[in-house]
């Protein structure tokens, strides 16, 4: 069966210090992966998805980058964190065939930016 | 691009009562509808999810309901338990869309009072 593990759980950063937030997939080849921002009480925002390595779309302008530098691995980061970067991080992914979009999330990192 | 709005933000409900969310779409294209709960500090899950060629779904006590002209679906849960409490999140995509990418909905606070 596939799994998706995220990693931090939890970190506290200082304002302008990097981050480094790290997703992988088991159990499954080339899928597509996804980054996505929840803050406080709101909803589900896009940050990022890879339909494969080295290809990253990014929805919205913002401080953040993604890499997928192997087909299994995505890495979201920051050179300079900004205090509105803090949130609940989430690593996500989805089967690249024609059945259907389900995704599936990963425990999901809290990044608090002080 | 879609558009998914969510109604209502927040929903209390008495144990044993129903509750019901609905949410509309703007993308006539779009083809697959899941639905998300999100238990407070947990990652968002899946329930139950509904294609464009399915009016209706049921698994147990929750059950989805689409309308393709009207652009809206419904996720019902009856027999409300405390349980239930969480985070309601919809969301909408097209199938074979590249990036497999789904739009989610601002949520809904639900609260089972027992």
């Known amino acids: 069966s596939q799994t998706i593990h995220q990693w931090p759980a939890t970190l506290v950063q200082p304002v302008g210090s990097p981050l480094s937030l790290e997703c992988t997939v088991e159990?499954?080849?080339?899928?597509?992966l996804y980054w996505y921002r929840q803050a406080a009480g709101r909803g589900l925002q896009l940050l990022f998805y890879?339909?494969?390595?080295?290809?990253i779309s990014s929805e919205v302008p913002q401080n953040l980058s993604a890499s997928r530098p192997q087909d299994r691995q995505f890495i979201l980061s920051s050179k300079k964190l900004l205090l509105s970067d803090s949130g609940f991080y989430l690593c996500?992914?989805?089967?690249?065939?024609?059945?259907?979009?389900?995704?599936?999330f990963g425990e999901g990192s809290w990044l608090t930016v002080v | 691009g879609e558009n998914v709005e969510q109604h209502p933000s927040t929903l209390s409900v008495q144990e044993g009562d129903s509750a019901v969310i609905k949410c509309t779409y703007s993308?006539?294209?779009?083809?697959?509808f899941p639905w998300y709960k999100q238990e407070l500090g947990k990652r968002p899950q899946l329930i139950i999810d509904?294609?464009?060629?399915?009016g209706e779904k049921k698994d147990q006590r929750i059950a989805v309901t689409l309308n393709k002209t009207a652009k809206h679906f419904s996720l019902h849960i009856t027999e409300t338990q405390p349980e239930d409490s969480a985070v309601y999140f919809c969301?909408?995509?097209?199938?074979?869309?590249?990036?497999?990418?789904?739009?989610f909905g601002g949520g809904t606070r639900v609260l089972v009072k027992p």
């Open positions: 509904i294609r464009s060629n399915v």
């Open positions: 969301a909408a995509s097209r199938i074979k869309a590249a990036g497999n990418k789904l739009t």
């Open positions: 159990g499954t080849s080339n899928p597509n």
């Open positions: 996500a992914w989805s089967q690249r065939t024609d059945s259907g979009n389900t995704i599936y």
């Open positions: 890879s339909v494969g390595i080295g290809q």
């Open positions: 993308d006539s294209a779009s083809n697959y």
